[in-house]
C-alpha cells in the first residue's frame, strides 16, 4: 500500500541542503505512513572521443581516482540516511536514489516526482544571486512544473 | 612537482568539447571540474561565478573537494585570494607559505598544498574564477597558466551563452503559452 506522504528530499550536500533534512526530520520525522527518498544526480564522468588518446590515457590512469571521488559521494548521501533515521523515520521508509544525471537537475527532480508519485517536496531556494544568474533558479523550474504536490520551501 | 606542461593540444580538445557539448552549464563546469582533476592529476577542481555587489565567489561546480570544505562558508574575491578581484591569476605554490587564503586552517586540513586560481572573463569584466588545487606544493608552468587563461575566457563565453540560451527559453515558454483568443484580444 502506497504511503500516505512520498516525500521527496533533493539533496546537494550545500548547507541549505542540511537545513532541508533538519525541517524533514522535525516535520515528518515522527509521523507514521510516511516515506521519504533521498535524491541526489551526480555529474557523470565525461566521455571522451577515442582519438583523443594521450587523454585517454591520462584519464584512464586516473579513472578510478574520479570514480572514487563519486563514490565518496555516495557514501556522504548514505550518511544523511542515517541522519533521517537518527530523525525518526523508519529504515524501510528511507530510500535513497543516486543516479548519473542525464538533463538539468530540474528536469531530473520532475521525472522523479511524476515516475515516483511523490505527494511532498522539500526544495530549498538557492540564495546566490550570480549562480542563478547564470544557471537558472531550479526551484523556479521545479514549482512551476508540479501539479497536486506540496511543495515545502527552506530559503 | 615539476613544472613540465601539463596542458597540451588533447587535453585542450578534450576540454573544447565538454563546453561545447553542454548547453547545460551545471553538466558543462561538472564535466571540465573533472577532465581538469583527472588530466592534470590534481586533488580538485572549482569553477565559481562571482556576485559583482557582494564580490561573493559563489560555487558553480565542483570536483575532488570534500563536502565538508566546500560548505566552509562563503567566499569573497576580495579577501580570498585577492589578485582574482584585479583580473589576474594567482598562484600559490605552497600554501604553507601565504596569506592570501580566506580560510587557511580549511584548506590545510583538507589536505591542499598549492592553489592556482584564475579569473573567468567576459568582454574583460571579471564573471567568475576557475580555481585547481593541488594536494602538493605546485610549481606550475607559465605556458599551464597560459592555457588555463585561454580556457577560462571559453569558460566565461560558455557562461555568457548558456545565459542567453536560457533567457530565449523563458521567452520561447512565455509565447507559447499566450492563447491566440488572448492575442488576438490585443490587437494582434
Known amino acids: 500500500m502506497m504511503a500516505a506522504q512520498k516525500i521527496l528530499l533533493p539533496y546537494n550536500f550545500k548547507t541549505l541542503d542540511q537545513k532541508a533534512l533538519a525541517f524533514a526530520n522535525s516535520t515528518f520525522g515522527h509521523l507514521e505512513d510516511v516515506e521519504i527518498t533521498l535524491f541526489h544526480a551526480y555529474t557523470p564522468l565525461p566521455e571522451i572521443e577515442a582519438e583523443s ?13 574520479l570514480s572514487q571521488k563519486i563514490m565518496q559521494l555516495e557514501t556522504e548521501l ?18 535513497t536514489v543516486f543516479k548519473p544525471r542525464k538533463k538539468d537537475i530540474a528536469a531530473e527532480i520532475i521525472e522523479f516526482v511524476s515516475d515516483d508519485k ?12 550570480a549562480s542563478r544568474f547564470f544557471t537558472g533558479s531550479v526551484f523556479s523550474k521545479v514549482v512551476s512544473a508540479l501539479k497536486d504536490t506540496t511543495v515545502c520551501i527552506v530559503s | 612537482m615539476g613544472n613540465a606542461e601539463k596542458i597540451d593540444i588533447d587535453v585542450f580538445k578534450a576540454v573544447a568539447r565538454a563546453i561545447a557539448h553542454s548547453d547545460d552549464l551545471e553538466i558543462m563546469t561538472g564535466h571540465l571540474t573533472q577532465l581538469l582533476a583527472g588530466t592534470l592529476e590534481i586533488k580538485g577542481c572549482s569553477i565559481f561565478a562571482l556576485e559583482p555587489e557582494s564580490g561573493e565567489l559563489e560555487l558553480l561546480s565542483s570536483f575532488g573537494l570534500s563536502v565538508g570544505y566546500l560548505n566552509k562558508g562563503p567566499v569573497f574575491s576580495g579577501k580570498s585570494i585577492g589578485d582574482i578581484k584585479k583580473g589576474k591569476p594567482v598562484i600559490i605554490r605552497d600554501l604553507k607559505d601565504t596569506d592570501l587564503l580566506q580560510y587557511p586552517q580549511e584548506a590545510s586540513e583538507e589536505g591542499i598544498g598549492a592553489i592556482v586560481s584564475v579569473p573567468i572573463k567576459f568582454y574583460g569584466k571579471n564573471i567568475g574564477a576557475l580555481r585547481l588545487y593541488h594536494h602538493e606544493q605546485w610549481d606550475i608552468s607559465e605556458q599551464d597558466i597560459d592555457s588555463l587563461l585561454v580556457l577560462a575566457e571559453n569558460i566565461g ?28 484580444a490585443i490587437g494582434g
Open chain 1, 118 to 129: 511523490s505527494n511532498v517536496i522539500i526544495i530549498n531556494h538557492k540564495s546566490g544571486k
Open chain 2, 157 to 184: 563565453l560558455a557562461m555568457m551563452y548558456t545565459r542567453l540560451l536560457n533567457a530565449l527559453k523563458e521567452v520561447k515558454s512565455t509565447v507559447n503559452e499566450v492563447h491566440s483568443v488572448w492575442f488576438n
Open chain 1, 78 to 95: 548514505k550518511a544523511v540516511e542515517e541522519k533521517l533515521l537518527q530523525g525518526g523515520f523508519a529504515q524501510s521508509c528511507i530510500h
Open chain 1, 53 to 65: 588518446t594521450s587523454v585517454m590515457g591520462k584519464l584512464k590512469g586516473d579513472l578510478s581516482y
